[in-house]
């Protein structure tokens, strides 16, 4: 018989479970679609379903009978980018990347093996390399996601090299050892790169941001190859790098004014 604890934490991954359905893989989901996309009873999806609607975590369309975000996560989303500074911090540099590139700028931070786009700067361009805010990407084959691998330890490199590594792109690169190779050249040129490596066709270049000894963010140029091939990214390592290094100046001089005023 399952014990009380195991009960309450096995229900408290289904609800995660389903929360994450909705953020990651559909906005909209009926309760026979959630339970056979997440292997559950559709008795036990409808009521957690019910229960999240209740909350107003989620919406319930009375005539389709399809659920979708509710306001209070909306309300969540807010506040956590609200309270999350790096973006505005990072803003004015995004932009003078994009107005000099004419290509999108991002900046992302690491998650568990993945990539996190957390602010962007969009190109004007009609035809661009798109990333929704929020949205994820693998750490094996981005510029972004090798810059940030790059500033991990040793045993999460290990682990993330460890799992099988999924293949995009006739480019992309999933061999342990020559991964490994390209975090030491990523970590001895300051830079990464990736061309066609996880969308075909789209280039990029990223460069780490170092805010403390906890926190490394990446900020990245990417475009269609058409136009931005990896001779025009390569251009932008020295602009990218002068931003990264003013980026973390600013921040030292914020935290030592706040620092300061702290003892007044």
Known sequence: MESEPKRKLNSANRVVDILEAFAFENSVWSVSDLARRLKMSKAA?????????????????????????????????????????????????????????????????????????????????????????????????????????????????????????????????TDPSALLRIIEKTRSDGFATSDGEWRGEVTSIAVPVAFDTRLTAAICITGPTYRFDMERALGFAPALMRAAEEIRDHTFRMRTVHTKSSHI
């Open 45 to 173: 999806a409808h009521a957690i379903l019910a229960n999240l609607e209740s909350r107003l975590f989620l919406e319930k369309d009375e005539e389709t009978s399809r659920y979708s975000v509710g306001t209070r996560l909306w309300e969540i989303g807010v506040k956590f980018a609200s309270a999350n500074k790096l973006p505005e911090i990072c803003d004015k540099w995004l932009r003078q990347l994009r107005d000099r590139s004419a290509e999108s700028c991002y900046l992302a931070v690491y998650d568990h093996g993945e990539v996190l786009y957390i602010g962007k700067a969009e190109s004007e361009n009609p035809v661009q390399a798109y990333a929704l805010l929020g949205s994820r990407a693998p750490s094996h084959c981005t510029a972004s996601g090798k810059v940030l691998l790059a500033a991990q330890s040793e045993l999460e490199i290990s682990r993330v090299l460890g799992e099988p590594l999924t293949t995009f792109a006739p480019a992309t690169v």
